[in-house]
């Protein structure tokens, strides 16, 4: 399978508690997104890279959130000191500059 | 800014009826793009179609079809002989043209259900 993986699928936490989530895009592709998609809502920005380099965060994108591609190829957004607000689904999408995203399966998060 | 709205929240019909979504989009781009994603219940989003700005032919996938009309700012997703397998939400989305994040702006979605 060559298409986005994301890594857990699933994770259940505890406020205040660390998470961090893996996303391997196409190997092909040099961007790298990240989305966060409420329940009822649409999926909305939160950073991208382009190779290694993070080029736009988004103002959602709080202090207690951090995201790096150190080697320009995987991807880790890691969220901490959770909040119940965090509960979403984090989607991953990856793509060639100019052509289409395509979407990983998403990390739910839920945090209690 | 650029926005997508999707006014239709849930739509309802029997299976092999014709339905069509709705998408209106704003932006001040002259070069920009349009897609259709759909995500069923698993919650992976899965793409259907891109339309870049200066291509406002309709195109037609099987039964699947897509209006692009600049004048309106819309770009409505028909589905033709609709099947239960077709129950899942879409979402209409926007990214600016070339050398932009091509960052997707989406809509709220619409949830759709084809009842046998």
């Known amino acids: 399978d060559t298409g986005v993986s994301q890594d857990p699928r699933h994770k259940i936490t505890k406020r205040g508690q660390n998470v961090t989530f893996r996303c391997d895009p196409i190997s092909e592709h040099n961007r790298l997104y990240w989305y966060r998609q409420t329940l009822g809502q649409g999926p909305e920005f939160l950073t991208y890279?382009?190779?290694?380099?993070?080029?736009?965060k988004s103002r959602l994108l709080s202090d207690r959130f951090s995201a790096e591609r150190p080697k320009g190829s995987f991807s880790t957004l890691e969220i901490q000191r959770t909040e119940q607000g965090d509960s979403a689904m984090y989607l991953c999408?990856?793509?060639?500059?100019?052509?289409?995203?395509?979407f990983g399966p998403g990390t739910r998060l839920l945090v209690l | 800014a650029q926005k997508v709205t999707q006014a239709q929240t849930e739509i309802s019909v029997v299976e092999k009826e014709d339905v069509t979504l709705d998408c209106v989009y704003e932006?001040?781009?002259?070069?920009?793009?349009l897609f259709w994603y759909k995500q069923p219940p698993s919650g992976e989003l899965v793409f259907l179609i891109r339309r870049n700005s200066f291509d406002e032919q309709n195109e037609i996938s099987g039964r699947y079809s897509w209006n692009f009309q600049k004048s309106t700012s819309s770009f409505n997703f028909t589905i033709t002989a609709s099947q239960v397998v077709d129950s899942a939400v879409y979402f209409c989305a926007l990214s600016k043209g070339v050398d932009s994040s091509y960052k997707l702006i989406f809509g709220s979605g619409t949830r759709l259900l084809v009842r046998p």
């Open positions: 932006t001040r781009d002259t070069t920009y793009y």
């Open positions: 890279f382009q190779n290694e380099a993070q080029l736009e």
């Open positions: 999408a990856s793509m060639v500059p100019g052509e289409t995203q395509y």
